[in-house]
Nanobody, 122 residues
């Protein structure tokens, strides 16, 4: 099975930056699509960004496009979400997710991290 551990969450002021990392405990990491989702209480868990196994296909949610960057290092078995120009609407628990196929649908992802809290103050 795939185990995912997020790190890098915390408190940041509006306009600031934060970098989230996700470490995977699987020898087949390079074959998985990786994604970041986020969720606030009472709301849907929405996709933030996704990156294909080879890194050649990338998706960003409309609300983060131009501000966030997803990347992966298959040798290190990590995926990173660089978040710039943060605003209070970005406050959420951010989850790392993995799936064998390239998909943007939350329900398709088979593996999830525990989540890391990101809080953006105004």
């Amino acid at each position: 099975q795939v185990q995912l551990v997020e790190s890098g969450g915390g408190l940041v002021q509006a306009g600031g930056s934060l970098r989230l990392s996700c470490a995977a405990s699987t020898l087949t990491f390079s074959f998985y699509t990786m994604a970041w989702f986020r969720q606030v209480p009472g709301k849907e868990r929405d996709i933030v960004a996704a990156i294909s196994s080879r890194g050649d296909r990338i998706y960003y949610g409309d609300s983060v496009k131009g501000r966030f960057t997803i990347s992966r290092d298959n040798a290190k078995k990590t995926v990173t979400l660089q978040m710039n120009s943060l605003n209070p609407e970005d406050t959420a628990v951010y989850y790392c997710a993995a799936d064998w196929t390239y998909t943007l649908r939350r329900t398709d992802y088979d593996y999830w991290g525990q989540g890391t809290q990101v809080t953006v103050s105004s």
